[in-house]
T-cell receptor, first 110, second 113 residues
Framework: SQQGEEDPQALSIQEGENATMNCSYK?????LQWYRQNSGRGLVHLIL?????REKHSGRLRVTLDTSKKSSSLLITASRAADTASYFC??????????FGKGTLLTVNP | GAGVSQSPSNKVTEKGKDVELRCDPI?????LYWYRQSLGQGLEFLIY????????KSGLPSDRFSAERTGGSVSTLTIQRTQQEDSAVYLC???????????FGPGTRLLVL
């Protein structure tokens, strides 16, 4: 069964608002990663948080990880139209394989 | 430097034909991954190569699917006797040894008629 499951499946917000996406996973992880995909093509790595970390920041991105609840969240602050994309979480095990969720489609309206 | 490249970008084939999809990883990356993404879905793991170790083929959906990696660099994913359900975007990724982050190519969009 799939590890990462994102929530919501789709999110539509206005430019300048914050966007929050959640991810749940099922088994133990080594790390939890977030990727972005534009137009159904290649994915771009955004941020990685390790299992012993609780929060991490990168620019306008903030990721939290709660291993007791097996969940993570991605917050994008002050969203821009260019942030419109699909966002995927990926659960990483010790063998460097990633298990991806189905993604959240974020639409940021100008 | 150059990123991961994949060819062709798009492939249309007839049911029953064989197809070969190519991936050129980032130079020096020892790990190479193949994924399949059906419309509106997440990524489904297919196969993983790491250096000279035996590949992890646990994600290949049937014996019609195979992949090889020559000289620890370029990889080819072959689908024999294609079926309509094989239509998807096939994504390749690579990463340096012992690094968790994966770098993705633009994918090959396969359509089986």
């Amino acid at each position: 069964s799939q590890q990462g499951e994102e929530d919501p499946q789709a999110l539509s917000i206005q430019e300048g608002e914050n966007a929050t996406m959640n991810c749940s996973y099922k088994t133990s992880i080594n790390n939890l990663q977030w990727y972005r995909q534009n137009s159904g093509r290649g994915l771009v790595h955004l941020i990685l948080i390790r299992s012993n970390e609780r929060e991490k920041h990168s620019g306008r991105l903030r990721v939290t990880l709660d291993t007791s609840k097996k969940s993570s969240s991605l917050l994008i602050t002050a969203s821009r139209a260019a942030d419109t994309a699909s966002y995927f979480c990926a659960a990483g095990g010790s063998n460097y394989k990633l298990t991806f969720g189905k993604g959240t489609l974020l639409t940021v309206n100008p | 430097g150059a990123g991961v490249s994949q060819s062709p970008s798009n492939k249309v084939t007839e049911k029953g034909k064989d197809v070969e999809l190519r991936c050129d990883p980032i130079s020096g990356h020892t790990a190479l991954y193949w994924y399949r993404q059906s419309l509106g879905q997440g990524l489904e793991f297919l196969i993983y190569f790491q250096g000279n170790s035996a590949p992890d083929k646990s994600g290949l959906p049937s014996d019609r699917f195979s992949a090889e990696r020559t000289g620890g660099s370029v990889s080819t994913l072959t689908i024999q006797r294609t079926q309509q359900e094989d239509s998807a975007v096939y994504l390749c990724a690579s990463s340096p040894q012992q690094i968790e982050t994966q770098y993705f190519g633009p994918g090959t969009r396969l359509l089986v008629l």
